[in-house]
């Protein structure tokens, strides 16, 4: 019975130094590799393209011309010509003011004007009669000068009177209260019956002549620099001339089918903001951009020879960006770059921590993790920014 049971235990023995083998046989084999299997994960190979970044800046709208429209005189409004938002011509009558005083005021200067014409003709008559009885020594010389300067007097007068007459119906004009020029009619603060004056808080309202308008936006130094390191010219002003046309995005998120130009607003740079102040000037045939809207004014970069990652390929950590890099051996490694700071919405271009050459993961990457082996599966590079152009000017700027 012991026997029996000595060799029994010897072949449990025997049992289980045979498994401990075969499983440490089989675990040096998977940390080998060599019979691992390994995951596959798409990679790109990164080289210098070219490629147009767009970069998009907040913009508010102003018509090529706005001018306040206030009276020139004071009184009643009697009658409105226009409401708000019509299209008005030059010289088109928009308000009409009480004009009883003015017209009155006209009259009354029409009566003095006659009254020194006659006065005129009486000093004239005079002095024709004194002539002939000087010469006859009927009267003295000294008579004749008087004559004369009566009739200078009297001339004088009429002149005045005449004056008042015009400022009397200059005065009358503008009790009708007209366009000075062509436009779109702003807000109307007041109505028939309110009184207003040349001193009003509000003008009565405002003509936007918007045939072109003004997009009024901010740059970053930042971006400035950037974009002007890029751009053809000797100075700043001849670098924003040479820029291409840029694009404005309307508030519904349309694009506005008329380019525009850039130009300078202000040549300094806002200590407090660190911002430059440009403008975009947009035509407006069709009057579907207005004053006091807004916007996005996009502008077009153009790059060459850069390298480009997509952002799907790269991930964020405290604040810095990341890549997988896959070497000769599949083996991948977490890789910082630097990125430019304007970019598409789907793709970075990288100016640090990359190479031409270098391949990198560019799905997956919440599976990787630094130091292990990846079975790379090369994709077509061209094919992939292919798929991202239909985003390409989308802007994160």
């Known amino acids: 019975m012991q026997n029996k049971l000595l060799h029994t235990a010897k072949s449990i023995f025997v049992l289980t130094i045979g498994t401990l083998v075969l499983i ?79 017209e009155q005021q006209v009259r009354s200067a029409k009566s003095d004007v006659e009254a020194a014409k006659a006065a005129v003709n009486t000093a004239n008559m005079n002095l024709q009669k004194t002539k002939p009885l000087a010469e006859k020594d009927i ?31 200059t005065n009358l004009g503008y009790t009708t209260v007209k366009s000075p020029a062509n436009g779109v009619i702003g807000n109307i603060p007041y109505r028939v ?10 003008p ?20 400035l620099l950037e974009i002007m390191r890029e751009a ?23 694009v506005y089918p008329h380019k525009g130009n850039i130009e300078i607003a202000s040549g300094l740079i806002n200590q407090s903001t660190g911002s430059a102040n440009f403008r975009a000037t947009f035509p407006n045939p069709e009057k579907l951009l207005r004053s006091g809207g807004s916007g996005t004014v996009r502008l077009p970069i153009p790059k060459d020879s ?16 990341f890549v997988y890099v896959v070497d000769n051996n ?27 050459g270098d391949q990198i993961v560019i799905n997956g990457l919440p599976n990787l993790q630094d130091g292990i082996t990846i079975k790379p599966n090369p994709v077509n590079t061209d094919s992939v920014f292919e798929s991202l152009s239909s985003d390409s000017t989308e802007s994160t700027g």
């Open 204 to 223: 009565l309202t405002v003509v936007s002549d918007i045939s072109k308008m003004y997009a009024y936006f901010s740059m970053s130094e930042r971006d």
């Open 139 to 169: 009267v003295s010389q000294y008579d004749v000068e008087a004559a004369q300067y009566n009739l200078q007097s009297k001339k004088a007068a009429l002149a005045q009177a005449q004056a008042r007459l015009v400022n009397a119906q």
């Open 330 to 356: 599949g083996k991948v490694q977490s890789t910082p770059i630097q990125i430019s700071s304007v970019s598409n919405a789907k793709t970075y271009v990288v100016t640090g921590g990359l190479q031409a």
């Open 24 to 102: 440490s046989c089989g675990n040096q084999q998977n940390s080998s590799g060599s019979g691992q299997q390994l995951s596959s994960f798409p990679v790109i190979t990164v080289r210098p393209r070219s490629t147009v970044l767009y970069a998009d800046y907040p913009a508010t709208l102003e018509g090529h011309q706005t001018v306040e429209i206030r009276p020139r005189v004071s009184g009643y409004i009697t009658k409105m010509y226009v409401d708000e938002g019509a299209q008005v011509t030059k010289g088109e009558k928009l308000f009409q003011l009480n004009s009883e005083e003015y």
């Open 232 to 254: 053809q010219g000797t100075d700043l002003r001849e670098k924003i001339k040479q820029m291409p046309p840029v694009s404005f995005i309307m508030a519904d998120n349309s």
């Open 193 to 202: 019956g309110s009184l207003v004056s040349s001193n009003i808080a509000k």
């Open 306 to 321: 850069v390298l480009i990652v997509p952002k799907k390929a790269t991930y964020d950590l405290q604040n810095k960006h």
